[in-house]
């Protein structure tokens, strides 16, 4: 970690965590096992950020499409979720960390509905860090729910059509009052992004990894972040307009 500069780090880190299942079938393990072990990455990461000093993290913990998966294993999840907030809510607390949640969350199961909002309710004043578990989401529904509000708007003259604008539309959007993420983490090697964020990562910069999320601790994201840290990040811009910028 020390070779970390310290002028360059990511402000919000998305994470797909990816290889649960594969982790335990090479294992030869349960896909649950796989699922278990994968919140030991969890808490590794948080910590490791915390410590690091990254403002915001996202976790895309519960796709809108995982619903699909066998009913024993959503089940465990959604356990594993519940187990999680209520074992983590001290170490929260103890280290600032502010949780959010971003999806659908309405339908999750009541019994973890209600840990989860008792969780964010109890960590909103913390303001060192801010964890974001993407709960139920599916960045296309999320999208056209934005679409849908500002039809209704403008349909009853709220708004005006000419009036809408980038940051309006993002303000309609489940992450509204988060900055888009500066960096997105796939691990288990696959490339792409699950309607993950898709608004919010038009100027995102990717890493992908082999490494399969279970396995993925602070080693992995010292060097996810130090890849970052080599890359040049120009918004539409030449390399020579950036340094006359910075100049």
Known sequence: MDQLGKTNLPRHIAIIMDGNGRWARNHSLGRVAGHRKGTESVRSIV?????????????????????????????????????????????????????????????????VKAVLDDTVAKTAGNTAMTLVLALNYGSHDEILQAVRKIAEEAGRGAIDSASITEESFAARLHTRGLPDPDLLIRTSGEYRLSNFLLWQMAYTEFYFTETLWPDFREEQLVEALLEYQKRERRFGQTSDQLQKTRS
């Not at 910590?47 to 699909?68: D, H, Q």
């Not at 209520?86 to 999806?103: F, P, V, W």
């Open 47 to 111: 910590e490791c950020c915390r410590r690091i000093g990254i403002p915001y993290l996202t976790l895309y913990a519960f796709s809108s499409e995982n619903w699909n998966r066998p009913e024993k294993e959503v089940k465990a999840l959604m356990t594993l979720l519940e187990r999680y907030l209520k074992s983590e809510l001290k170490t929260m607390t103890k280290n600032n960390i502010r949780l959010l949640a971003i999806g659908e969350t309405g339908s999750l199961p009541s019994r």
